[in-house]
């Protein structure tokens, strides 16, 4: 079996939800339900006998130890983290205490279960870090995209304290042999993605038809990946990437925050005629402080040695992402809570 960590988030549940349907190797869940933790993202496979959920911190070693020990997982998939930059922006002490503190603790017990194994269980293990490409810093227009070898130059508290994991992990393969494989991806989106993060919240603002904020001019630039492509490249880097390499992950769809919102506004015109046009809400807030000006990945190592490219072009997986927060009311009314109110009014109340 396989240990996945956050895997009650966006990327983990689609992760969790993608590995169930294609394998028969059962995955225990270790997660802490925070804000961004959601059971119900998992209610198709909660009572199934591949998925066992144990709610808990990954900087909690005695738990993660007895777990390790239980369990003999093969391989543990690292997706536990904070991972808003607006809120590492209003309270960084989570950041550091999960991503950099509780990874540190991660490592340490799976350090020792790995080092307990013997025979092929140990050479076959495998230790696998999903990371962003935030990591990077942030580029000028004509910059090349991101490779694995641009150093790093994390500019808010998440990428930072993201880029301290990383380092972490690197450390542990350098130095006791751990293999482990780190993966830098580009922006996710698709199902179950929480709405604090800019299509959910476009798509649910515009429902609502409420103002659709865009920090400073919307020039700012992301490569945006389907969640299930992101998946299925962490799939593909956890059976065949080799211990101690970092891949590089992206769409090859490089797209202002603008374009993406004007996307999202005529699809939904012509699901809901009825409150078009939507981008009459679009409304230029105050940027995001130290906002990156632009991302982009260059994705050419997992394609040339593992073979792997994105399925999904923006177009398809747009629409399939609109249809599904069109189709799932009852999980968008379920997240609609007092926590996330408070925070929609505490971040926006101030930023226009
Ligand atoms: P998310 O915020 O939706 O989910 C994070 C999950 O981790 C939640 O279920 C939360 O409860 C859990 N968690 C938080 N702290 C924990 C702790 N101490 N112990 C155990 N569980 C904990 O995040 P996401 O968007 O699904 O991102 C998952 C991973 O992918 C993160 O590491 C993130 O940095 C990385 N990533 C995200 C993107 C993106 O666009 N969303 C892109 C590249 C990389
Ligand atoms: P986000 O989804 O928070 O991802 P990240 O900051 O990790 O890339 O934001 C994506 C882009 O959208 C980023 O440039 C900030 C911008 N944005 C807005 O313009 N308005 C918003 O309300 C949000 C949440 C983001």
């Avoid at 119900?40 to 709610?55: D, I, K, R, T, Y």
Wanted: aromatic share 10%; glycine share 8%.
């Amino acid at each position: 079996m396989i240990l996945v960590t956050g895997g009650a988030g966006f990327i983990g549940a689609n992760f969790v939800l993608d590995w169930l349907q294609i394998h028969s190797e059962p995955i225990i869940n270790l997660d802490k339900l925070t804000y961004a933790g959601n059971l119900h993202n998992l209610a198709s496979v909660m009572n199934g006998a591949g998925h066992h959920f144990v709610q808990g911190d990954i900087g909690d070693s005695s738990l993660v130890k007895e777990l390790l020990a239980k369990h003999r997982p093969r391989a543990i998939v690292n997706f536990a983290a904070e991972s808003h930059v607006d809120r590492s922006i209003h309270g960084p002490e989570d950041f550091i205490q999960t991503n950099v503190v509780g990874t540190f603790h991660l490592l340490a017990a799976t350090r020792e279960y790995w080092e307990s194994l013997t025979g092929t269980e140990k050479t076959a293990f495998r230790f696998l870090h999903v990371s962003t490409d935030e990591v990077y810093g942030s580029l000028n227009a004509n910059d090349p995209p991101f490779t694995e070898t641009t150093p790093y130059a994390p500019n808010s508290p998440y990428s930072a304290s993201k880029a301290a994991s990383d380092h972490l992990v690197r450390a542990w393969h350098h130095t006791y042999g751990l293999p482990v494989l780190t993966t830098n991806c580009s922006n996710n989106y698709g199902p179950w993605q929480f709405p604090e993060k800019l299509i959910p919240l476009m798509i649910l603002n515009a429902l609502k038809g409420e103002p659709l904020p865009i920090y400073g001019d919307g020039l700012n630039v992301r490569d945006w990946l389907y969640v299930g492509d992101h998946c299925s490249a962490i799939r593909t880097v956890l059976e065949n990437g080799t211990p101690g390499e970092v891949y590089n992950i992206g769409g090859w769809n490089e797209k202002t925050n603008l374009e993406v919102v004007h996307t999202l506004c005529t699809i939904l015109d012509q699901a809901c005629p009825s409150s078009a046009p939507h981008a009459n809400l679009i409304q230029h807030i105050r940027d995001r402080a130290g906002h990156d000006r632009r991302y982009a990945i260059d994705a050419r190592k997992i394609e040339r040695e593992l073979g792997w490219r994105p399925q999904e072009s923006f177009e398809t997986g747009i629409r399939k992402t609109v249809d599904w927060y069109l189709n799932n009311q009852d999980w968008i009314n379920n997240i609609l809570s007092g926590d996330y109110r408070q925070w929609v009014s505490r971040h926006y109340g101030s930023a226009a």
